[in-house]
Every structure is written in structure tokens, then in C-alpha cells.
């Protein structure tokens, strides 16, 4: 089976509609998927275990969204705090007070230093560190790679994710590729993705099936629940509230002995994420290559209020006022 390319995974992405789900579904299709699925979650747990700048960046959904901000607003210029929350308000992420409470802590935690140039006596710009470029390009790197396993176009891309016009570019579209996820209505990954080191501890879940099962794991996983703690650089009693949780609403199913099941709704809205989540990174590695390449964004593309190219067909909603469904 032949994959389409990544023209038409760029189409599918930025096109008319909301949701990609006919490149989502085709994505889960191709036979090398759940092999990329096991690589990227591999990988993923890698970076987090042996560089904890990218655990705490990426410890759960805010802050990842937080740290993703900080860098596109880079890609276009200084950040400012009047940038931070014009996006997040943009985006539906988060009021004035929440965005200067996490431009702060980015500051604090060393992903944020002052900008070289000051040209604004009112505001003070910042741009992010290059602890922060290097670990966001960690993960970026790492999304790609396990595409690549099933999209061989984005093999080249991967080797060129170093030069600044293609990172730009690629920073710059990231924009609208978020401004849709965080259109989807919550899904049962959420419970995962918003708890501290929640994503990573999924991931272990996920594949911890014995010899011979698949990914996501169906059959029981045996989890330590100090050993897991200590992984992840939370507390014993969070990962035991976490489980809880999943069990209460029905993502997960104690099996006795330490052991696990995931429930097939949490199974396939992993697959899932791990599915729109390639369709994503393949659409803007085209976009980046193009642009950095040719001087021009692919064909059919306009400006958007973030800084990337939104195909013409997309309604102007999902360009100026995205929100949470």
C-alpha cells in the first residue's frame, strides 16, 4: 500500500474542514502505523527519561501548549507578554491572567531570556532559550522520525529540520495545526494528557503488553506504582489518583496482581492522536520545505492571524476565533 505523499496530507490538514478525518483514518490504515506508533511513544519516553528540561517543558498539556507558544511567537519575532496573551486568547487557551502567570514561570524555569533587542520602552521582549529550541526540536525530531516510518517523503525533512528557514516556516504553520486540536471536542486521552506526566505514563501503559500483544496494549499490563513514580518525577499517590480516575470513567480496568486493561475507547483515541498527530507534522514539513525551498507557501494558501498559511476554503472562524468545543 502505497502512502499519498505529503501534498495530500497538507491538503487534508489545512483544508475546509474542521477535522481531518478522512487523512486520520487513512493514516491508521497505512501498514507500518502501529510500528511508528510504538517508535514515537518510545521515543518519547526516551527524551523525557534522559533529558528532564523536555520532561518538565512537556509535563502535560498546558505546559506543552505554553512552551509550543513560546516558540512560534519566536519564529516570528520577540515574545512579549501582550504576544503571549493575544495568542492564547486566540487560541481559546487561557485568559490574561493565566498567560502572564506562565510567561513568568517560563521565565523561571530558563525558557524564556531577554531579548537582545529592546525596542519598546512599554514591553520587554524575550526569546526563547536555546534550552527551549533544542528540546521542543527534540520533540519535533522525534514526531517526525516515527512518520517517516510510514511516509518516506519526510525522511529528507528530517535532515533539514536544522536550517532556520525550514524551522521557521515549520514553527510558524505549527500555529494552525494546534488551533484545530484544541477545536476537538475533549477526548478520552484528555484525562492523560492534562495531569502531570499523565501523556508518559499512558505511553507506558500502552506498551506494556506482554510478548506478542499489540499497541496500544489490549491484554493486562503489570505497573509498579512506586517504580512508575519514580520514572516520572511525580508522587506515588498521583499515578495511584490517576489510575483511579481512568477507572472511574471508564478508560481503564484493574485486572488484579498490579495489572491493567485499557478499554477500547481509550486504546483507539490513542491510536488516534498518534494518528492526527502524524497527518500534522507531515502537513507542515510540507509547507516548510516548500517555503524554504521555492520562496512561496503551497498553492491555495493566504496569510492567517498567526503567522502561517490557511488554505482559502477554511472558515474564517477557524482562523480568527478558535475556542474550545
Known sequence: MSTPGLSYWYEQIFGPELFPEDAVVLMQQQPDFAQACVACARGNLALRSTNPALARAFRDSARSFYAMFAVILDARGPVTLASLQALSAQFGFASRGRAAAMMMYLRMIGYLEPSPQQTD????????????????????????????????????????????????????????????LLRTAPQPTSLFADRDAGLAILYQLALGGEDGD?????????????????????????????LRDAVAADLLREAGD???????????????????SFVGHAALAYYAVKLASEGAAPAGGRPSAVGGIVPDGLPPAMAETPRFT
Not at 517523503?153 to 533539514?160: C, D, G, K, N, S
Open 258 to 276: 498490579g495489572a491493567w486493561i485499557l478499554q477500547e475507547r481509550l486504546r483507539v483515541a490513542l491510536s488516534r492522536l498518534h494518528a492526527y
Open 121 to 180: 520602552r512599554r514591553s520587554r521582549s524575550y526569546a526563547a532559550s536555546p534550552k527551549l529550541i533544542a528540546i521542543h526540536d527534540q520533540f519535533i525530531a522525534n514526531e517526525i522520525a516515527a512518520a517517516a516510518t510510514i511516509e518516506p517523503e519526510l525522511r529528507p525533512v528530517l535532515a533539514r529540520l536544522h536550517e532556520p528557514a525550514v524551522r521557521n516556516a515549520y514553527l510558524r504553520q505549527l500555529g494552525i495545526g494546534l488551533m484545530r
Open 214 to 242: 499489540t499497541y496500544p496494549a489490549r491484554g493486562p499490563v503489570r505497573l509498579s506504582l512506586s517504580a512508575c513514580a519514580r520514572q516520572h518525577g511525580v508522587s506515588r499517590s498521583h499515578v495511584s489518583r490517576l
